[in-house]
């Protein structure tokens, strides 16, 4: 892939409007967005080219990018199922275990100093630079997008399975099988519903659950749009990162509410175990590609709050061994502990008889790896996924022994419903 060269745009432009003028109506875009009204990081918006790159042989080394992190590379995302049957667990797929788009030309914005740079090799930065300036003006007329036709989702299972599900997880707990599992289960809403638009619901998802990962990727007839708030893998420099978020609460009608709910989960002895669980789980992967002695807790037990839910995150880092690959570093940590339980490949194996399908790309990871061997990938979470069928929502909660079935039956709606909403669509009865 050619050397990037960058040119700042001199006018800033809500990113917002470059995607609908421009990846917003390609075949094969992207919008790595950090949300509507980011004051700090980077989002990246362009377009690409499907490809299967060599990312298992490609080097962690230096960050060589001239503006941001981001030095080009590849944009797209792994599916959870992909990932459980690379690492040893029984698995089905409805979903492309890998979809990746070679992105050489794209704009990265500065949110810090409201800037917007033009990336591209240097002999195409003047043919690109016009093509992004037919973006804002395309992007200033687009039509607003409407609102989305009222539907009703259908469910893999109902409340009341959910909640014997989670018993056979408590079982499976009792036996000494699994110290904490990820039950997920899954919302569909057909091709034939009117209005099912990736764009637009997408727009419609980050005004209302604005989050520092979210993201727009479609290639043909598949497309994510994600409202992610959590950030699976960092690697920069030789330090690799992850934020596993175990811990969740709805935001209250009102301040004391609120903060009464934050309260709550800050206390909560269960949110509390089974988040340490998972960061024990994260240096136990991590231990395996980094060197001794220098993976540790960074943050533990912090509550990050937005529009729809408290959380309860921590964050965890180590050092890379040298040598180290993207792809060393994806087997030792992929699928995500957050999105397993523990231990991963007996959890994995428990949850693949429990939820009885795929979870496909949803419980998986997406976002960008960079030439130089970069990487930032959140969880696919909070998320819709567009296939040729229609889209579906995943949705789901960390269960241990001190698990409520009400509650985690509840906490599966809270975190559903927004993306069904941005779908137009409701929840079945009883979630």
């Not at 949850?351 to 061997?373: C, I, N, Q």
């Not at 979470?381 to 079935?405: E, K, M, Q």
Request: charged residues 15%; proline residues 8%; negative net charge.
């Amino acid at each position: 892939m050619p050397p990037l060269s960058s040119r700042r745009l001199e006018a800033w432009v809500d990113p917002e409007i470059l995607f609908l003028g421009g990846p917003a109506r390609a075949l094969h875009g992207f919008w790595l967005d950090a949300g509507t009204a980011a004051e700090s990081g980077w989002s990246w918006l362009g377009l690409g080219e499907p490809d299967d790159p060599a990312l298992r042989s490609l080097a962690c080394g230096p960050s060589v990018s001239e503006v941001g992190p981001f030095p080009g590379g590849w944009v797209g995302w792994l599916s959870y199922d992909g990932g459980a049957s690379a690492a040893g667990a029984p698995a089905v797929s409805d979903a492309p275990a890998t979809l990746w788009l070679r992105v050489t030309r794209f704009v990265a914005v500065d949110h810090a100093a409201k800037a917007l740079w033009l990336c591209a090799p240097g002999d195409e930065l003047p043919a690109f630079a016009s093509e992004v300036e037919q973006w804002a003006t395309t992007g200033q007329t687009a039509p607003a997008v409407p609102a989305p036709a009222p539907t009703e989702a259908t469910a893999r299972v109902g409340p009341q399975r959910y909640a014997a599900l989670i018993e056979e997880c408590r079982a499976a707990i009792r036996a000494g099988d699994a110290y904490q599992l990820c039950l997920t289960t899954r919302f569909e809403v057909t091709a034939s519903a009117p209005g099912l638009d990736p764009v637009a619901t997408y727009l419609h998802l980050r005004g209302a659950q604005p989050a520092h990962h979210g993201g727009f990727v479609r290639s043909g007839e598949w497309a994510l749009a994600s409202a992610s708030p959590e950030q699976f893998l960092q690697v920069a420099d030789g330090t690799v990162r992850s934020r596993p978020i175990k811990g969740t609460r709805p935001r209250g009608a009102n301040p004391e509410a609120d903060h009464a709910l934050a309260a709550d989960l800050s206390a909560s002895e269960k949110e509390r175990a089974e988040n340490v669980m998972i960061v024990d789980l994260m240096r136990n992967d991590l231990q395996r590609v980094c060197v001794p002695g220098t993976v540790a807790a960074e943050r533990l037990l912090e509550i990050e709050s937005y529009p729809a839910v408290h959380q309860l995150v921590s964050t965890v880092a180590g050092r890379l061994l040298p040598g180290t690959t993207v792809g060393d570093v994806l087997d030792a940590t992929f699928p995500a502990g957050s999105m397993t339980g523990a231990p991963k490949l007996s959890a994995m194996t428990i949850l693949h008889r429990l939820e009885g399908g795929p979870r496909g790309v949803y419980a998986g990871s997406f976002g960008w790896v960079g030439t130089d061997g970069s990487v930032d990938l959140a969880m696919v979470i909070r998320s819709v996924v567009f296939h040729p069928g229609g889209a579906s929502v995943g949705a789901g909660g960390g269960i241990t022994w001190l698990s409520d079935p009400v509650a985690e039956v509840a906490e599966v709606g809270v975190k559903a419903r927004a993306p069904l909403a941005a779908l137009g669509a409701s929840l079945p009865p009883g979630w």
